[in-house]
């Protein structure tokens, strides 16, 4: 069975960096195509960033382009989403997702995490 854990939310301050990750286990990582969404308290989850099986063409909704970075790491099992200049506006549960077919911005995931939480004060 595919679980997904996500690491390294928290509580920071408006301008600090965060770095989450999440490790993929039970099945072939390469094999996925991998995601964040997040979801703020009272509102829908949302797409964040998104990255191919092999990595290439990584892309992020607009509201947060500029100031996130996806990667992975095939050999650890790994996708990281790399935030900058975190905003109150972020705070959030981050999800990450991964899907073998599925590419894109829709919730349409096969496989999710339990989330972590990241807490941005002014």
């Known amino acids: 069975q595919v679980q997904l854990v996500e690491s390294g939310g928290g509580v920071v301050q408006a301008g600090d960096s965060l770095r989450l990750s999440c490790e993929v286990s039970?099945?072939?990582?390469?094999?996925?195509?991998m995601a964040w969404f997040r979801q703020a308290p009272g509102k829908d989850r949302e797409f964040v960033a998104a990255?191919?099986?092999?990595?290439?063409?990584?892309y992020y909704a607009d509201s947060i382009q500029g100031r996130v970075t996806i990667s992975r790491d095939n050999a650890k099992n790994t996708v990281n989403l790399q935030m900058d200049s975190l905003k109150p506006d972020d705070t959030a549960v981050y999800y990450c997702?991964?899907?073998?077919?599925?590419?894109?911005?829709?919730?349409?995931?096969?496989?999710w995490g339990r989330g972590t939480q990241v807490t941005v004060s002014s």
């Open positions: 990255i191919s099986w092999t990595g290439a063409s990584p």
């Open positions: 997702a991964a899907d073998r077919i599925y590419y894109g911005y829709l919730a349409s995931y096969d496989y």
């Open positions: 039970g099945g072939a990582f390469s094999s996925y195509a």
